[in-house]
Structures are given as C-alpha cells and as structure tokens.
T-cell receptor, first 114, second 117 residues
Framework: QKEVEQDPGPLSVPEGAIVSLNCTYS??????FMWYRQYSRKGPELLMY????GNKEDGRFTAQVDKSSKYISLFIRDSQPSDSATYLC??????????????FGKGTHLIIQP | GAVVSQHPSRVICKSGTSVKIECRSL??????MFWYRQFPKQSLMLMAT?????????EQGVEKDKFLINHASLTLSTLTVTSAHPEDSSFYIC?????????????FGPGTRLLVL
C-alpha cells in the first residue's frame, strides 16, 4: 500500500461546478497537509496549508482534514477553466530535521470545461 | 510571498557529461532546501534534503556520488548530475523551506527539464 493514494483522473467538470479532490494516507504520523497546483511543465504552486484536523477556507478553495479517517479533501467553488491543472496533495510528519521532506500523492488531473 | 528560482529551465546534454542545476530562494533565507524528481505522469519523488553548511541527506535508492548537492549559502543550493545517462532524463524540482513567518512550508521552483541524449 502506498503512503498516499490519490486518483489520477482525469476529472472533467463543467465551468461553475463545485470540484472535490481527495487523498487518503496510511501514515498516522502525518500532521501537516498541503495542496499544490501544478500546470504542465511547471513547478508546483502552494494553494492550501493546514495543520492537523479541521477546515480551512481561502477564497474559492476549502481544505478539509480528517485525521481519524486519514482522509483529506480540497473543494473548489465556482470552478473556472483556469483551474484546469494537476492538483497534488502533500503531507509531512513534523517540522525540521529529517521528517521535513514532503510525501506527495500522484496528483489528480482536473479539466474544467468552458 | 516566497519565490524560488531555478536555472536552467531546460538542458539537453550528451551522455556522460555533468549538469549543474541551481536553486535560489529570492526573498527569504532557507536553511533547508529539497530536491525532487518527477517522471511523466508520476508524482514528485524526494531525492535529498540539503542543509546549509552540512552534508545533504539522501533518500533510499538515490546515489549520492551521482547526484552531488551543495548548499553553500542560505539562498543557494546546487544539484550536479554527474556522468548523466538517458535514464536520468527527468523534471528536477527544488523547494525551499520557508521560515516560520511564512508558514514553514515548502515553496517550489519552476523546475528544470533535463534531457540526456
């Protein structure tokens, strides 16, 4: 079993729809959870950063973490064609030291149809 | 926000040559930088953790003599792929760990696409 599971898609939705992206993980030591957006042939761009369980909202984006289920989600409201990209979840167990490298999901390729 | 740059953005080289990739944090100091590799349609795989002023920590399966990492200052880390071969062709991305005031997460560079002929 991989440490982080993420459906690669593609996920295709019409413009304006609410998008739900998800990851599951197996390592209960993970405490920090991130969502990155990556356009083709570009480096990942940080979208959301959360610590432990709970919700966090930033504009059209909402991140949810359920540590008891080892499940994290990213919701995108009022989706736009410019949101079309690959969305990567990432997580880490602690701050500093050797535990600082991120473990990534494979990424979900999202397509917003105009 | 935190900005990380990489140079070059793209490099093509012959098999057997060495290639150096630079990673710079432009508006913050990063005591720790990370190097990742990404193959097509695959996730980012951590190669090594680069600490300023000390030796890099390599992930299991990554050859430290092939992928030389130097973190000479708080804003610069370099990755040198020595005696590159076609199987080293990949997208190499660095990240820098931002200080506490910026959320202590990682900000990524734009990546370097390496093609070894």
């Amino acid at each position: 079993q991989k440490e982080v599971e993420q459906d690669p898609g593609p996920l295709s939705v019409p413009e304006g729809a609410i998008v739900s992206l998800n990851c599951t993980y197996s390592n209960s030591a993970f405490q920090y959870f991130m969502w990155y957006r990556q356009y083709s042939r570009k480096g990942p761009e940080l979208l959301m950063y959360t610590y432990s369980s709970g919700n966090k909202e930033d504009g059209r984006f909402t991140a949810q973490v359920d540590k008891s289920s080892k499940y994290i989600s990213l919701f995108i409201r009022d989706s736009q064609p410019s949101d079309s990209a690959t969305y990567l979840c990432a997580m880490k167990s602690g701050t500093g030291g050797g535990a600082d490298g991120l473990t990534f999901g494979k990424g979900t390729h999202l397509i917003i149809q105009p | 926000g935190a900005v990380v740059s990489q140079h070059p953005s793209r490099v093509i080289c012959k098999s057997g040559t060495s290639v150096k990739i630079e990673c710079r944090s432009l508006d913050f100091q990063a005591t720790t930088m990370f190097w990742y590799r990404q193959f097509p349609k695959q996730s980012l795989m951590l190669m090594a953790t680069s600490n300023e002023g000390s030796k890099a920590t390599y992930e299991q399966g990554v050859e430290k003599d092939k992928f030389l990492i130097n973190h000479a200052s708080l804003t610069l880390s370099t990755l040198t792929v020595t005696s590159a071969h076609p199987e080293d062709s990949s997208f190499y991305i660095c990240s820098a760990r931002a200080p506490l005031g910026l959320g202590e997460t990682q900000y990524f560079g734009p990546g370097t696409r390496l093609l070894v002929l």
